[in-house]
């Protein structure tokens, strides 16, 4: 199973950008990759995701390295809600015989101070 | 309305007493799973079921036995739990044709005493 590399935490000021890094240098050509957060005391939560090209939606933005052995999760304007452990994961094609299952890492605790 | 629900929320039993756990989802996805997350709050996948059947099975002790009697539904029967088995277990969803996005449940907390 591919892995991901995160930093366990980090600290950003609220209404400030966030970028979070993730390594995964081992990614194979047909994983896509997964950004999922998990506030306190709840289940995880889809963030985005992206196979090539960079993505945004109406939560964040994912930025993906030329050789896809990185990616950045971007929070525009971080809130004090945003504070969560976000997951960077490494998912096979749903419809292979991994079954889209997702591979949780460590992940990186974001803390937003006000 | 709750979208992936799980029942009880709370759950505390003793040693070598056998347990359920129930998850539903009303999303009309085909494919469910269970994750457990333990204290130290890895996330590790269990089980997954597509339209009923076992399609991943992540060489979890046989005491761990999910039973799905339609796809909406995916329940973990535990039995003879041991104090490592205390954990979140987290129920999820996936849309039909492999779609991307998994929808968790709010998570049961389960401690064996």
């Known amino acids: 199973d591919a892995k991901t590399t995160q930093p366990n935490s980090m600290e950003s000021n609220e209404e400030e950008p966030v970028h979070l890094p993730c390594n995964h240098s081992t990614i194979s050509g047909t994983d896509y990759i997964h950004w999922y957060r998990q506030l306190p005391s709840q289940g995880p939560e889809y963030v985005i995701h992206g196979l090539t090209s960079n993505v945004n939606n109406r939560m964040a933005s994912l930025a993906i390295a030329e050789d896809r052995k990185s990616s950045t999760l971007i929070l525009h304007r971080a809130t004090l809600r945003d504070a969560a452990v976000y997951y960077c994961?490494?998912?096979?094609?749903?419809?292979?015989?991994?079954?889209?299952?997702?591979?949780f890492g460590q992940g990186t605790e974001l803390s937003v101070k006000p | 309305d709750t979208a992936v629900s799980q029942t009880p929320k709370y759950l505390v039993t003793q040693m070598g007493n056998d347990k359920s756990i129930k998850c539903e989802q009303n999303?009309?996805?085909?494919?469910m799973y269970w994750y457990k997350q333990d204290s130290k709050k890895f996330l590790k996948i269990m089980f997954s079921?597509?339209?009923?059947?076992?399609?991943i099975n992540e060489t979890v002790p046989n005491r761990f036995s999910p039973k799905s009697p339609d796809k909406a539904h995916l329940n973990l029967h535990i039995n003879s739990l041991e104090l490592g088995d205390s954990a979140v277990y987290f129920c999820?969803?996936?849309?039909?044709?492999?779609?991307?996005?998994?929808?968790f449940g709010p998570g049961t907390r389960l401690t064996v005493l």
């Open positions: 079921y597509n339209n009923k059947e076992l399609i």
């Open positions: 999820a969803s996936r849309p039909t044709g492999g779609g991307n996005e998994q929808f």
């Open positions: 994961i490494l998912r096979a094609r749903a419809w292979s015989n991994q079954g889209g299952k997702l591979i």
């Open positions: 999303l009309g996805h085909d494919t």
